[in-house]
């Protein structure tokens, strides 16, 4: 069970953790609300298709590298769950009017990107909220609620593109849409400080910091062996793999849309946000039954061979936006299948001690790969095409679906 018992409880649930997922999905609208704006961007610096807005998202990530080093594991030494998430979207909240700023005065194209990189140092609410409602937790509230989460994230999908692109169609400002998403993270920190509880945590101020792989007693929950090293290495390894390959929809999906079909910002938005009400509706309705009865390695899989699919035919759908929506349906249908899975088996095979540390090299090994793919497939797609980028991009999702096979059944003949 969970170390923390929030007296506050609304059908059952700790406000504590009602509170944790509104804040996630406001700050994730920062994200989601600049897609249909990411064509725009490019514009209004002049950019052509390539590495250089492969920069746009990447230059964030970038910023998150530092972040990610510190801010999980003071969380897991002093205990600081919520001081830490609250002051993480503030920062990415005060960043993000700085970039609206840099937008309203035309500052040049070098100085908004490193506006993004220092809004990334703030960076750290999201590992230590998982870890957080792994401590509020009992092993089987943990998959429903990172689904729940998921679910939040997915719902910011929904809303974010649709409002991204409406509010930028009716003012024409870059700077309006970045400034309402700095108002969003803003507020999800005001709500995080009103309505989080610090969780109890078995360390103390003077605890040493958790070294993540250091022997000591493995859960016997961890589905992936009970060697500690190899079921982290396995979960980071298939994060970083589909995060790499996610990347290229994140950064080209919406310009593909726009040169190939010619939607403009309200069509590129209502495109993301069809597609995130499928991924709302598979969170909510269908991975707790999924994962009940297949288990939740086979669940991952299962999301991955999805979002590997779309991701392949995204790039060869040149001539039918038909096709190029079902084939990112495909995707949409991968996502919240898998998403959740990662941070489950990882919060189910490390001890509580290490939870935010855990979460954070999760997140370290993610934001790499987010801030490398972009650059490195978008060299490709301007050398190659998008068929040729996307079908990179499927194939390093596939090899994370591989792995989790091959290491799911060396434990079990090992068990």
């Known amino acids: 069970p969970g170390s923390c018992a929030p007296a506050r409880m609304i059908r059952g649930v700790p406000v504590s953790v009602l509170a ?13 609300m600049a897609g249909p704006i990411t064509p725009a961007l490019a514009e209004h610096f002049q950019l052509p298709v390539g590495s ?44 993000l ?17 490193g506006l993004r990189v220092l809004s990334g140092l703030s960076a750290g609410a999201s590992p230590v909220s998982k870890a957080y409602l792994a401590d509020a937790a009992t092993d089987e509230q943990l998959p429903r609620w990172l689904a729940w989460r998921e679910a939040s994230s997915t719902l910011a999908f929904i809303v974010g593109p649709l409002f991204g692109g409406l ?87 919406a310009v593909l849309a726009q040169q190939r079909f010619g939607l403009d910002a309200r069509g590129v938005g209502l495109m993301l946000t069809s597609g995130a009400c499928i991924s709302f509706a598979v969170s909510t309705t269908c991975f707790d039954r999924v994962r009940s009865r297949v288990g939740l390695v086979n669940t991952a899989v299962i999301g991955l061979a999805l979002i590997a699919a779309g991701l392949g035919t995204v790039g060869a759908a040149t001539g039918s936006l038909p096709k190029f929506v079902a084939a990112a349906a495909l995707y949409q249908l991968g996502k919240p299948l898998y998403a959740p899975t990662v941070p489950t088996l990882l919060l189910q095979c490390v001890p509580p001690s290490k939870r935010g540390l855990a979460m954070g090299v999760d997140s370290i090994v993610n934001t790499v790969a987010r801030a490398a793919a972009p650059l490195l497939l978008g060299g490709l797609l301007k050398s190659r095409g998008a068929a040729a980028a996307f079908a990179v991009a499927s ?7 591989g792995l989790a096979l091959l290491r799911a059944d060396r434990s079990a003949k090992r068990a």
């Open 167 to 253: 509010l930028f169609f009716s003012s024409s400002s870059l700077a309006t849409v970045v400034g309402v998403t700095s108002a969003g993270s803003l507020l999800a920190a005001a709500i995080t400080a009103a309505f989080v509880e610090e969780p109890k945590t078995s360390l103390s101020p003077s605890s040493p910091p958790p070294k993540l792989l250091d022997a000591g007693k493995m859960p016997t929950s961890c589905p992936l062996g009970r060697n500690l090293a190899a079921a982290v290495a396995t979960i980071c390894a298939m994060s970083a793999l589909e995060n790499a390959g996610s990347a290229c929809w994140d950064a080209f999906g």
């Open 395 to 401: 194939t390093l999702v596939a090899s994370a679906a």
């Open 20 to 32: 944790v997922l509104a804040g996630a999905f406001l700050n994730l609208l920062g994200f989601t």
């Open 97 to 113: 009017f700085f970039q609206a700023l840099a937008l309203h005065l035309k500052a040049p194209y070098w100085v908004f990107l």
């Open 52 to 95: 250089k807005v492969g920069a746009l998202t990447s230059a964030y990530p970038l910023g998150m590298l530092v972040g990610l080093l510190v801010w999980p594991q003071i969380s897991d030494r002093e205990g600081w769950r919520k001081k830490i998430i609250v002051g993480s979207l503030f920062g990415v909240g005060v960043g």
